[in-house]
């Protein structure tokens, strides 16, 4: 399934980020010249109160400020340069089957689960309202497998996102170097390109690796869908989420020299993609009582309108009975009068 959104944000922070380093190039060769030009004069002090000796330590202080210039002024060169070998070399460590071009493309990976939950999708759509329990199972299913290649991805995009980031910014702390007492900036900007290079190097192993997996292992072997297929493919997916969720962590450990991946790592990425599926879960049981709620509310106000206008009528019928029974009685006061009348002339004429 083709999915270009994560790739194309991507593609347009790079665009963003990658004039940053030549925007601030100005400023900071400016920086560097005033920062020269006071380490310069300090050298020229010392070298006079020194009686004009210790020219080599003189000599040796102009070579490092020359290297110095040159690795400002050709700073973002070289960062590309140095990070391009240590992706490749993580490439070379997972047997070079791929190329690098999955780092800079986060939607393939999120694109593997679609392709990968396609069947599952459609098994979701041949039930019915009476498979409830299939339904839930291969719904959450769903959810957790598309949410673990969705976190990959967001992974990937970030790492590279943070490498752009790094070193469109730190360019303007690298002149610092050529000051002794501020030399510790420019070392920070320096290890913060090489924390993000050896954080892409794993990430360019574990992709590199994985990739195979994603594109041929990682599929359901037909239509007839078991459990059993469903929980390995979950738990394939988590593993491999896992290793890219830990790739910053492999990477300080890398640096540090202390590995720190354990089997109380995975809560976190598992957590983070559960919480994803009951909230998508939540989310949709909360729509289905909502959308029962007004259906309910909808049979309500018709019942209701049907018994008032049962009401209504009943009344209407109950009144044109009081109507004619009204109507009905002087007829029989009437007919009845001619038999009263003699009985009182009778009366009377015995009186």
Request: contains cysteine.
């Amino acid at each position: 399934m083709k999915f270009n959104l994560l790739t194309l944000t991507l593609r347009n922070f790079i665009a963003a980020f990658a004039g940053g380093a030549a925007r601030i190039a100005g400023p900071a060769n400016k920086l560097m010249a005033l920062l020269i030009v006071i380490e310069v004069i300090l050298i020229g002090f010392w070298w006079a109160l020194d009686g004009g000796e210790r020219l080599s330590a003189i000599f040796k202080k102009l070579l490092y400020l020359c290297f110095w210039i040159w690795v400002v002024r050709e700073f973002p060169t070289l960062s590309k340069a140095f990070v391009d070998s240590l992706v490749s070399a993580g490439q070379l460590a997972a047997g070079g089957n791929t190329d690098a071009s999955l780092l800079l493309d986060p939607s393939r990976i999120a694109g593997y689960g679609i392709d990968a939950t396609e069947p599952l999708a459609k098994k979701l759509e041949e039930l019915h309202a009476v498979d409830l329990s299939d339904i839930l199972i291969f719904g959450a299913a769903y959810l957790a497998i598309v949410t673990c290649f969705v976190i990959m991805a967001v992974q990937v995009f970030l790492a590279v996102i943070e490498y752009y980031l790094i070193v469109a910014l730190v360019g303007i702390l690298l002149p610092f170097g050529v000051v002794p007492s501020t030399r510790f900036l420019a070392e920070k900007a320096i290890g913060a390109v090489v924390a993000a290079g050896i954080k892409l190097m794993v990430l360019s192993f574990i992709l590199a690796s994985v990739e195979p997996v994603l594109q041929s292992s990682v599929k359901f072997s037909g239509d007839d869908i078991s459990m059993n297929q469903v929980f390995a493919m979950f738990m394939t997916v988590c593993a491999v989420m896992l290793l890219t969720w830990k790739a910053p962590q492999l990477a300080s450990g890398l640096l540090s020299g202390h590995p720190n991946l354990g089997a109380g790592d995975a809560t976190a990425p598992v957590a983070a993609a559960a919480g994803a599926v009951v909230g998508m879960a939540t989310g949709g049981a909360g729509m289905l009582a909502m959308k029962a709620a007004s259906a309910a509310g909808q049979l309500a106000v018709k019942a209701a309108a049907g018994a008032s206008q049962l009401a209504t009528k009943a009344a209407t019928a109950m009144r044109g009975a009081d109507d004619a029974s009204a109507k009905s009685r002087p007829t029989e006061s009437a007919a009845k009068s001619p038999h009263g009348a003699p009985a009182a002339a009778e009366k009377t004429d015995l009186a």
